[in-house]
């Protein structure tokens, strides 16, 4: 028994550890899932905390994970495992069933899971942890109180720090679409010969005497008059290829679509993202000025994305420079291009050669990229 609870103890605290590490290399993300859970549960008064909420689950996922495979206070780590699973398990189900959020984002971007998927992981733990809690009082640290509290302690600072430094800055680790080196024209576009949905035609007839109602297909169709045609619905048997990026989409402030003419620029691009456009660029550096010019010495088109409204684009487009042409993309995409605001681009050839959150650039790094 004392090797089934090590072994149970370990695995689920690395489960515990991944999740809360690969979410805290981009807390920005985790705030998007919280906020498209409040959404489908109808808690919009809650959306303004979903960073709060963000730190402080990746912050005691990651902590009770590493506090279990280290054995570092035990009983409460298993409490608070428990704790987690008690609550988890019961909403992961509810979006099995409901399937309001395609994604439950518990691996963060890293790692993709269907809602069944995550509810069938989330049952092994329960079993795991159910199993650890009951002998929780049998299993005992090796390290003494105090030694104990340094290991939290350090933990709790360093995870802090971690996605503190990571929500500043930018992920360290980018497991995103967008990430740097990715060419967002080939990763926009169908290959020509690759799989395609596959549907199968269910046609539905009720028996005009008994009144049932029965599915058949296309080769099963009755020649029975008494079958008379209901209605008629496609199921999908296989997935296709979907390209990495769907939602790349940029417009000018004229409602022209621009983004051919981005992905098919043969040079290099500035594209200046601002999520929120007044904020972005009221905390923008003057140096946006500078290197504004060097674009236009140098015939480099510079962009500024932004998912704000027409009426604050027009209220605070003076504070930038005007060879800077402002354009309006998807919230969700932008963030997903990077999480700063403001952020800056660099495109050669339609491929990310390079990102950063603008108030922490050197431009001379920007101006030396051809």
């Not at 590490?21 to 807390?27: M, R, T, Y």
């Not at 988890?88 to 509810?94: A, D, I, R, V």
């Not at 998912?307 to 684009?313: G, Q, R, T, W």
Request: aromatic letters at 14%.
């Amino acid at each position: 028994m004392k090797t089934i609870l090590t072994v149970s103890r370990i695995f689920t605290g690395f489960v515990f550890a991944f999740s809360g590490f690969v979410k805290a290399v981009d807390p920005v993300g985790t705030q998007i899932k919280f906020e498209d859970y409040f959404e489908a549960m109808g808690l919009d008064l809650f959306m303004p905390y979903g960073l709060f909420f963000s730190f402080l689950l990746n912050t005691a996922e990651f902590v009770t994970g590493l506090l279990l495979i280290l054995n570092s206070f035990p009983k409460p780590a298993s409490w608070a495992a428990l704790l987690f699973l008690v609550i988890f398990t019961p909403l992961t189900f509810w979006l099995a069933i409901a399937n309001p959020v395609s994604d439950c984002g518990c691996f963060g971007d890293a790692v993709k899971l269907t809602n069944w998927q995550t509810f069938g992981k989330n049952i092994v733990l329960l079993i795991l942890i159910v199993l650890i809690f009951s002998h929780r009082k049998t299993i005992k640290s090796r390290f003494s109180l105090k030694t104990n509290y340094l290991f939290s302690s350090i933990i709790l600072l360093i995870v802090l720090y971690f996605q503190y430094y990571n929500f500043s800055n930018l992920p360290i680790i980018d497991f995103r679409p967008f990430k740097t080196g990715v060419n967002i024209k080939e990763n926009s576009t169908v290959p020509l010969n690759a799989p395609k949905d596959v549907y199968e035609i269910l046609l539905n007839y009720k028996n005009s005497q008994t009144g049932e109602i029965k599915t058949f297909t296309v080769e099963t169709i009755p020649d029975d008059t008494l079958w008379i045609w209901e209605s008629t619905e496609e199921k999908l048997l296989s997935k296709g290829y979907e390209p990495p990026i769907q939602d790349f989409f940029i417009s000018n402030l004229n409602k022209e679509d621009l983004t051919e003419t981005i992905l098919n620029y043969p040079g290099i691009i500035y594209i200046l993202v601002l999520h929120h456009f007044e904020e972005g660029v009221n905390n923008i550096k003057p140096s946006i000025k500078e290197l504004a010019h060097f674009a236009e010495k140098n015939n480099i088109p510079f962009y500024c994305f932004t998912a704000s409204v027409e009426s604050e684009i027009i209220e605070n487009k003076h504070k930038l420079p005007e060879n800077i042409e402002i354009c309006t993309g998807d919230y969700k995409m932008l963030k997903t291009m990077i999480r700063t605001n403001p952020g800056i681009i660099i495109l050669k050839n339609a491929q990310i050669i390079n990102k950063k959150n603008y108030n922490k650039t050197n431009i001379n790094e920007i101006k030396k990229l051809n």
